[in-house]
């Protein structure tokens, strides 16, 4: 009987200037990730940081690509998880670099990818809301309503960062938007690459740090400018 | 000749070049079917408007729905222009999206490799 090969896994955190936190993410997340006993890395993904986060994440043991220009948080996950792909890694997982998941929550996921029945898993922060302030449940939840409408996929929390995805999503997903809205735009993509998209719930830690750094819920307007315009742009474009 | 043969005549060049370009990108398998509709259809109904230019024209004017002059020479001139900066634009459009695709991939990809040059020899001349 054939066997099915030993899951290798890629923690994918993306980060700009994040150097106060990002050593505790990638120790939090080494220490979780060791107990699963499979083969793993965590891969650091400095979008032009102007602080010290590459070498914070790297004195943590976190392997780092240091992008040359800042080009958001859409570019900067798509560079580790090409980076995944590049080098055989059967499952990957993003997260954030703020700390606001736990490593517990990843690992989980992980579990669930593993067992297979999924090419997407979204970490959904909105399938219990203890924590969270009404103006973020509401803003999130405006989101994944809009993206509903633009490309009609239906999920609780389309703007979550803690994303695991299967060997065949490395392999099929691309995207082209750079910031933010690259979250509701890897959906689309796929859905049109036919990809089972499923959810689990998470719990999001905010602390004041992450809530500082986090997104300002005006930037919905440009979020979902920037989805109408590839929306319709692309149904003309090449 | 009417003025409104002279618009049809000077952009049909431009309407054909369009859906001409539309589906060359398709039988190069760089745009997928539903796309090449989109263009085409978009195409096909500038020209069907500029066709029926005249005969909405002399149907609105007869029932006193428009006081508009007919069509002038500038008019003719003004309206090619707009469909020239069009095809302009949508060929502009998708060099510029290929562009950006691939100064991303570019990035990307060395942002990868040079992670992998050990650090002491990224310093070395």
């Known amino acids: ?49 102007k602080d010290a986060t ?17 080009s958001g948080s859409g570019g900067a996950t798509a560079t580790g998880l090409s980076y995944a792909q590049q080098n055989g890694f059967t499952i990957a997982a993003t997260l954030d670099a703020d700390g606001q998941h736990a490593p517990d929550d990843v690992t989980k996921g ?21 924590g969270m302030s009404k103006v973020k449940v509401l803003g999130n939840r405006g989101l994944s309503f809009v993206t509903y409408l633009i490309f009609g996929i239906n999920i609780t929390d389309s703007q979550s960062g ?6 065949k999503a490395l392999e099929q997903l691309k995207w082209r938007t750079a910031g933010y809205e690259f979250c509701s735009e890897m959906l689309w993509r796929a859905k049109q690459q036919r990809l089972i998209i499923k959810e689990y719930p998470i719990k999001a830690i ?33 | 000749m009417s003025r409104y043969l002279i618009l049809i005549i000077l952009n049909t060049p431009l309407i054909l070049a369009g859906i001409t370009n539309s589906f060359v990108t398709y039988k190069l398998h760089r745009t997928s079917r539903r796309r090449l509709i989109l263009r085409v259809s978009l195409w096909l109904f500038v020209f069907a408007a500029l066709v029926f230019a005249e005969p909405v024209y002399n149907f609105l004017f007869s029932r006193g729905l428009t006081q508009t002059e007919a069509l002038s020479l500038f008019d003719v001139i003004q309206i090619t222009g707009i469909i020239f900066l069009f095809y302009i634009v949508s060929r502009i459009h998708a060099r510029v999206d290929q562009l950006e695709r691939r100064t991303q991939d570019l990035h990307q990809e ?11 020899t990224k310093h070395q001349g």
């Open chain 2, 110 to 120: 060395l942002s990868i490799r040079l992670a992998d040059i050990p650090t002491s």
């Open chain 1, 206 to 238: 905010y602390t004041d740090y992450s809530k500082s750094k986090g997104q300002n819920n005006w930037n919905a307007f440009n979020i979902i400018k920037s989805l109408l315009q590839r929306r319709i742009l692309e149904a003309f474009g090449e």
């Open chain 1, 110 to 130: 992980v579990i669930l990818m593993a067992k297979g029945g999924a090419d997407l898993l979204i970490g959904s922060r909105l399938m219990n809301t203890d």
């Open chain 1, 162 to 167: 803690m994303r695991i995805f299967s060997r």
């Open chain 1, 54 to 70: 590459a070498i914070t994440a790297q004195d943590a043991g976190a392997h780092v690509i240091r992008h040359i220009l800042n």
């Open chain 1, 1 to 49: 009987m054939r066997q099915e090969p030993k899951p290798r896994i890629c923690y994918v955190i993306p980060a700009y200037n994040e150097a106060s936190v990002i050593g505790d993410v990638v120790t939090g997340l080494n220490g979780i990730a060791t107990k699963l006993g499979q083969e793993f890395e965590i891969v650091v993904v400095d979008d032009g940081s």
